[in-house]
């Protein structure tokens, strides 16, 4: 039954003239906003650090949830934000204009990639975006969309340029990594932002990762509440540095 649902939202938003579902989804973010609540509990623990100057990095700002989380625990943080996806970056722009909005993908080295966005009718699906062309094109089919017609589905391709964590020559106090499985790259350009023990927070870190994490001496915590525990967390796993951290793990560690 959602899923039936789901495609005839699909189907009728792609009437309605929109380069992106942002606003949609925006207000589905909305009530959380209201509240001053982060978009996912795991942010909680940083509750305990509002007040600090802190610079916060933000790779792969998506809709703006992240900036919106960090926001509201943390008040008035100073935040960079990294969105590959020319779309997203141009709308997240008109909605953070005091946020500084960087418009490329991080990785391992320089580059450049293709960007493939799937679009059917008006809207383009900015979520489904992919370096993969096939699987960009895979989302747009009649299991996706009622009444599905060939000719109104499309993809969008963009050139995108690709630096790295330290070319940004930044020193962020938090950064905050969810790339779709492009972490371990993005890190693998970070040696020097990664010395300087931020508290870094990534979306389900594969082992791949914990070990590189520990070799800058990270530890992995999850939140539990407004707690941590440490241990890997369920979906995002908040990394420590237990000498450059150790007042906030005192505050907040809940021991096992």
Same mark, same amino acid.
């Given at each position: 039954?959602?899923?039936?649902?789901?495609?005839?939202?699909?189907?009728?938003?792609?009437?309605?003239?929109?380069?992106?579902?942002?606003?949609?989804?925006?207000?589905?973010?909305?009530?959380?906003?209201?509240?001053?609540?982060?978009?996912?509990?795991?942010?909680?623990?940083?509750?305990?650090?509002?007040?600090?100057?802190?610079?916060?990095?933000?790779?792969?700002?998506?809709?703006?949830?992240?900036?919106?989380?960090?926001?509201?625990?943390?008040?008035?943080?100073? !935040?960079?934000? !990294?969105?590959?996806?020319?779309?997203?970056?141009?709308?997240?722009?008109?909605?953070?204009?005091?946020?500084?909005?960087?418009?490329?993908?991080?990785?391992?080295?320089?580059?450049?990639?293709?960007?493939?966005?799937?679009?059917?009718?008006?809207?383009?699906?900015?979520?489904?975006?992919? %370096?993969?062309?096939?699987?960009?094109?895979?989302?747009?089919?009649?299991?996706?969309?009622?009444?599905?017609?060939?000719?109104?589905?499309? %993809?969008?391709?963009?050139?995108?340029?690709?630096?790295?964590?330290?070319?940004?020559?930044?020193?962020?106090?938090?950064?905050?990594?969810?790339?779709?499985?492009?972490?371990?790259?993005?890190?693998?350009?970070?040696?020097?932002? %990664?010395?300087?023990?931020?508290?870094?927070? !990534?979306?389900?870190?594969?082992?791949?990762?914990?070990?590189?994490?520990?070799?800058?001496?990270?530890?992995?915590?999850?939140?539990?509440?407004?707690?941590?525990?440490?241990?890997?967390?369920?979906?995002?796993?908040?990394?420590?540095?237990?000498?450059?951290?150790?007042?906030?793990?005192?505050?907040? %560690?809940?021991?096992?």
């Amino acid at each position: 039954m959602r899923s039936y649902a789901a495609k005839w939202y699909r189907t009728l938003a792609s009437y309605f003239p929109s380069k992106s579902l942002l606003t949609a989804r925006r207000l589905k973010d909305s009530p959380l906003r209201c509240f001053g609540l982060p978009h996912e509990s795991d942010f909680l623990p940083l509750k305990e650090l509002r007040g600090q100057d802190l610079l916060i990095v933000d790779v792969g700002a998506n809709r703006g949830q992240s900036i919106d989380s960090f926001t509201s625990v943390l008040g008035d943080a100073r !935040i960079t934000s !990294i969105e590959p996806n020319p779309i997203l970056a141009q709308a997240l722009r008109k909605h953070y204009p005091t946020i500084d909005i960087h418009n490329l993908a991080l990785g391992a080295k320089p580059d450049a990639l293709t960007l493939h966005v799937p679009r059917y009718g008006y809207t383009y699906w900015d979520t489904r975006a992919s %370096l993969d062309n096939d699987f960009a094109s895979s989302f747009l089919g009649p299991h996706n969309f009622m009444f599905f017609r060939e000719e109104r589905a499309g %993809l969008e391709s963009f050139d995108v340029p690709v630096g790295t964590l330290d070319e940004l020559a930044l020193a962020p106090d938090i950064l905050k990594i969810d790339a779709e499985g492009y972490e371990y790259e993005i890190l693998l350009g970070g040696h020097q932002t %990664l010395s300087g023990a931020p508290i870094v927070i !990534i979306e389900k870190p594969g082992p791949d990762i914990i070990k590189y994490m520990e070799k800058y001496g990270f530890d992995p915590y999850s939140a539990v509440g407004s707690k941590l525990i440490q241990r890997t967390g369920k979906l995002n796993t908040i990394f420590l540095h237990p000498a450059k951290h150790r007042k906030f793990i005192a505050t907040v %560690l809940v021991e096992l």
